[in-house]
């Protein structure tokens, strides 16, 4: 049997997936910048875990972690370019630990609250 | 490029004045930056077309100058009910404060407006007011200020006192019926003046003079009853009892009114040619019969909600409990 997703159903999955994504962004992207990236690089290696960011959320992101002093930044020279480099402060590796707890105690109890809605396979 | 510059000069209209140097750097050097990696991929110069590319990724101006902003509210999400609550309590307070200081400078004086001054009147007291409570909440919000409402509140406070739900639209009904009459019978609004005075001359008769103060405290009481119910939101067991007094003391008076004889006098062309003194009782009997029949059925629910109090919680619910 075909699923049919009426309009307003839809309309509450996505807000409801931009609430979940616009959480665990945060927790990616000081994941992320445990290594040193500039902004670019940074949303490329994101889209290549299969995160993919809008350039419009990204950099005000970033720079509103690094105001909250999570990141540290520097600019320095690459390929003949000023480019600017992100990577997590002490302060936002400590945060970011205490985040992937919560995040991991989170989905160990997601999964075990989803385990037995998963679909099952037709006999 | 002048269209990086344009774009970040467009962001930079949305965003606070003291952040706006340091936002525009941030974005110029972002978007640069994202259009030289384009470039780069296609193996060629930077050009426009690569820019646009970019800027389409970023989104529209507004939506970027409001990611670079916390998240800010006129009224928030946790004020918000208690705003409403508010604006109720002080509207219903407020127009109940009107109706009486009519009443009272009515009685004082000879002063009479039409329904339209007190119209724009009424509808000038709910601006003003609207406007303060919004202005307050606002700045509430904006000062961060906690109401400690929510950290403060306790289980226990939920009295088991009995009250049962209101049904808002009746009450509201109820009290615009009130408060015309009141100011009807308290010569505050003249209906005569809406009536071709030759046509149509209607007025009560003298045998009404006797019931001017017993219809004051009637309806004076439901006014009051009803706004203080209005504002609680809940009717409550004394609420209920006192609507009964009320109801029963009000068909106490019409069916005296009924008996007094000769209740309205007319004139006018139209009056005379269509009615006569044979169909003045009649006319009266059915109006305050309906009035008698309307004052019934608000026995007949205040007696209802009387006897289904604490019919909640209590009896359903927790019945339902296995165990």
Redesign the interface.
């Known amino acids: 049997m075909s699923a049919v997703i009426s309009e307003p159903t839809a309309e509450i999955s996505a807000k409801l997936n931009s609430e979940i994504r616009r959480g665990s962004l945060v927790l990616a992207v000081l994941g992320q910048l445990k290594a040193e990236h500039y902004g670019y690089s940074l949303r490329k290696s994101l889209a290549e875990q299969g995160l993919e960011v809008e350039e419009g959320t990204l950099y005000p992101l970033i720079r509103r972690l690094e105001k909250q002093g999570l990141l540290e930044s520097e600019w320095r020279e690459e390929n003949k370019r000023r480019k600017r480099f992100y990577r997590l402060s002490p302060t936002g590796g400590e945060v970011y630990k205490k985040l992937l707890q919560e995040w991991l105690t989170m989905q160990k109890c997601l999964l075990a609250i989803t385990a037995d809605r998963q679909p099952t396979a037709e006999k | 490029m002048r269209l990086i510059e344009s774009y970040v000069v467009e962001v930079c209209r949305f965003v606070p004045k003291e952040q706006r140097d340091e ?1 525009a750097q ?2 110029r ?3 640069t ?2 259009a ?2 384009v470039a780069d991929a296609r193996g060629d110069v930077l050009i426009e077309a690569d820019v646009e590319q ?1 800027l389409a ?3 529209h101006p507004l ?2 100058a409001g ?2 902003q ?1 998240k800010k509210y006129l009224i928030g999400p946790e004020l918000y009910p208690v705003l409403w609550q508010t604006l109720r309590v002080v509207l219903t307070c407020a127009l109940g404060i009107q109706v009486a200081a009519i009443i009272v400078f009515a009685s004082l004086e000879e002063w009479q407006m039409g329904p339209w001054q007190l119209f724009s009147m009424t509808v000038e007291i709910i601006l003003w007011i609207a406007v303060v409570v919004f202005a307050a909440f606002a700045v509430i919000e904006y000062s961060g200020e906690k109401l400690g409402w929510y950290e403060n509140w306790q289980p226990a406070s939920l009295s088991r006192n009995s009250m049962s739900t209101i049904d808002r639209s009746d009450l509201v009904t109820n009290l615009v019926g009130e408060g015309f009459f009141l100011l009807w019978w308290n010569d505050v609004v003249v209906v005569q003046n809406f009536l071709p005075a030759d046509a149509l001359v209607v007025s009560l008769s003298p045998v009404w003079a006797d019931f001017f103060w017993p219809l004051n405290f009637v309806f004076g009481g439901f006014f009051l009853l009803h706004v203080v119910t209005l504002t609680r939101g809940i009717w409550r067991r004394g609420g209920l009892l006192s609507e009964l007094v009320l109801d029963g003391a009000l068909i106490g008076l019409a069916l005296a009114i009924l008996t007094s004889g000769n209740l309205l006098e007319y004139g006018g062309n139209l009056a005379e040619k269509f009615l006569t003194p044979a169909h003045i009782p009649t006319i009266m009997q059915v109006v305050i019969g309906v009035v008698i029949a309307m004052t019934l059925w608000d026995m007949w629910t205040a007696m209802k909600n009387l006897q289904g109090q604490g019919y909640g919680i209590d009896d359903v619910a927790l019945a339902e409990e296995p165990g």
């Open positions: 936002i941030d974005l050097d972002a978007i930056e994202e030289q990696e970019v990724g970023f989104g939506k970027v990611s670079y916390p």
